[in-house]
């Protein structure tokens, strides 16, 4: 047992190192058009994932208040000459009173429901920025350059992949803080039980209302850098294909673990990347592994290693012990 315990702890310190050393152990390439398009699309994953295992609401509007914050941000710098960061500021507490209103008009239903009313909302966001010339319409906000200080996002990655590894680092931690707290239990109670809560008191709809803004700053967070590291943003960087693809790494790596969402993100921007170069029917292969992953395993990518660590830790345990070794008699003393 312990023996698979230090290959385990082995195992996380090489994922932990290839994370942390990524820009120097691959070329320039992986870290733009991989490393650093995973983790900000696993940011905007996780608020679903975030949203579905805390909140029990799987919300398909987190791409609307993705567009918000990023399309905003991108009009205030390009068009009105604001600070990148100062226009960014802006853009997600847009995207979080946004959220606050999406989450009151969609608190009150559950289920198919509440699915089909984010997913409407999602859809007039869509149409809302491809129709207003100040959002680009179809064509877009070009030139979003980022903060001089994180450098160019194509040609010199490193600086926006540690920026963008430390805000996924601090947003894991806050919500992993958060869901502990006495508002992170009375809501998980709410996830389980709303009639039990409403009868002990608690304001059921304005829990749900509150983690569904913080599941918009999370998604605000995510377009802001997604406009800043493709250097341009468009009404089609939220349309319908977008909020598919971010239900699909959400489920791939596993709707009950936060982490889930950046392992689901790896896997589809890897067959995104590189599938084109094998298939034109790429998307055929992202949409088996879907279908995999929905009817093995319900808990994503993260579910099943987490089903097979189970596994290996029982069949070690239930392992009979050796049996000790004989060891031959000491000679008589004084015998021959």
């Known amino acids: 047992m312990s023996s698979y315990l230090m290959a385990r702890r ?11 050393l990524l820009p120097f152990i691959f070329s320039v390439y992986i870290t733009s058009a991989i490393a650093v398009p995973t983790l900000w699309i696993g940011l905007c994953a996780v608020s679903l994932t975030f949203l ?8 398909l509007a987190q791409t609307g208040l993705f567009g918000v914050a990023g399309l905003l941000t991108a009009a205030l710098m390009v068009q009105a000459g604001w600070d990148p960061w100062a226009a960014a500021l802006i853009g997600v507490l847009a995207a979080t009173g946004v959220g606050l209103i999406f989450g009151a008009l ?9 699915l089909m009313i984010t997913l409407a909302l999602a859809e007039i966001s869509y149409y809302l920025f491809s129709a207003v010339p100040a959002f680009g319409l179809h064509e877009g906000i070009n030139a979003v350059f980022p903060p001089a200080i994180l450098g160019d996002p194509v040609l010199h990655p490193t600086g926006n992949y540690y920026f963008l590894l430390v805000i996924c ?6 919500l992993r803080y958060l869901v502990r707290t006495p508002f ?27 983690i569904f803004a913080v599941g918009a700053a999370i998604a605000g967070i995510a377009g802001v850098l ?37 392992v689901g993100a790896l896997v589809v921007t890897v067959l995104t990347t590189f599938g084109p170069s094998f298939t034109d029917r790429y998307a055929t292969a992202i949409g088996i592994v879907f279908l995999a992953i929905v009817l093995i395993s319900p808990g994503g990518l993260v579910g099943i290693w987490t089903w097979l660590d189970g596994r290996i830790r029982h069949w070690l345990e239930s392992k ?9 008699a000491p000679p008589p003393i004084g015998g021959d």
Do not use: K
């Not at 969609?106 to 509440?114: K, P, V, W």
């Not at 992170?184 to 039990?196: F, N, T």
């Not at 590291?229 to 009950?256: H, K, M, P, Q």
């Open 226 to 262: 997604s406009a800043w590291n493709n250097t341009r943003i468009s009404a089609d960087s939220v349309s319908l294909a977008v909020t598919i693809v971010v239900l699909e790494c959400a489920v791939i790596g596993g709707l009950f673990r936060l982490e889930g969402a950046w």
């Open 169 to 174: 680092v601090l947003v894991y931690l806050f």
């Open 320 to 328: 009979p012990p050796a049996a000790p070794t004989p060891q031959a």
């Open 106 to 114: 969609a608190s009150s239903s559950t289920g198919t429901y509440f």
């Open 184 to 210: 992170g239990i009375a809501l998980q109670g709410v996830r389980d039980d709303p009639d039990r809560m409403t009868s002990l008191g608690f304001n059921v709809r304005l829990h749900r209302m509150l």
């Open 52 to 59: 579905s295992r805390y909140g029990g609401m799987i919300s």
């Open 10 to 20: 082995m195992a996380a310190v090489v994922v932990v190192g290839v994370v942390v």
